[in-house]
């Protein structure tokens, strides 16, 4: 079995990245290059969440309104500045905890 940490990168913060890139492209009009380097990562990684080409199916995180919730805020939030990229690591450690809390993701991968 893959440790969580493992699931949770390869499966869940994709699927989480790709929400948020999607919610700031649409929202706010920004191109996928702007996306990317305020979610710390690459264009192409940008373009394959558009795609849902990494990750869980976002319809297990749609299925929250808790987590949709959350999503949106972290868009705004990184979109208003008061999230920097180097500080979306630790937002999506918090979203990622309340998965595990809830028991959105399994405890052994």
Same mark, same amino acid.
């Given at each position: 079995?893959?440790?969580?940490?493992?699931?949770?990168?390869?499966? +869940?913060?994709?699927?989480?990245?790709?929400?948020?890139?999607?919610?700031?492209?649409?929202?706010?009009?920004?191109?996928?290059?702007?996306?990317?380097?305020?979610?710390?990562?690459?264009?192409?990684?940008?373009?394959?969440?558009?795609?849902?080409?990494?990750?869980?199916?976002?319809?297990?995180?749609?299925?929250?309104?808790?987590?949709?919730?959350?999503?949106?805020?972290?868009?705004?939030?990184?979109?208003?500045?008061?999230?920097?990229?180097?500080?979306?690591?630790?937002?999506?450690?918090?979203?990622?905890?309340?998965?595990?809390?809830?028991?959105? +993701?399994?405890?052994?991968?």
């Amino acid at each position: 079995m893959k440790p969580i940490c493992e699931f949770i990168t390869s499966e +869940v913060l994709p699927s989480v990245r790709a929400l948020i890139a999607k919610k700031m492209i649409e929202d706010h009009g920004i191109t996928q290059s702007k996306a990317a380097e305020l979610l710390n990562t690459s264009q192409p990684a940008i373009s394959h969440y558009k795609r849902d080409l990494r990750g869980i199916k976002n319809s297990v995180l749609k299925e929250h309104p808790e987590l949709i919730k959350m999503i949106d805020s972290v868009s705004k939030r990184i979109m208003s500045g008061e999230v920097s990229p180097k500080q979306t690591t630790s937002e999506f450690c918090s979203i990622c905890r309340y998965m595990r809390e809830h028991g959105l +993701v399994p405890n052994n991968g």
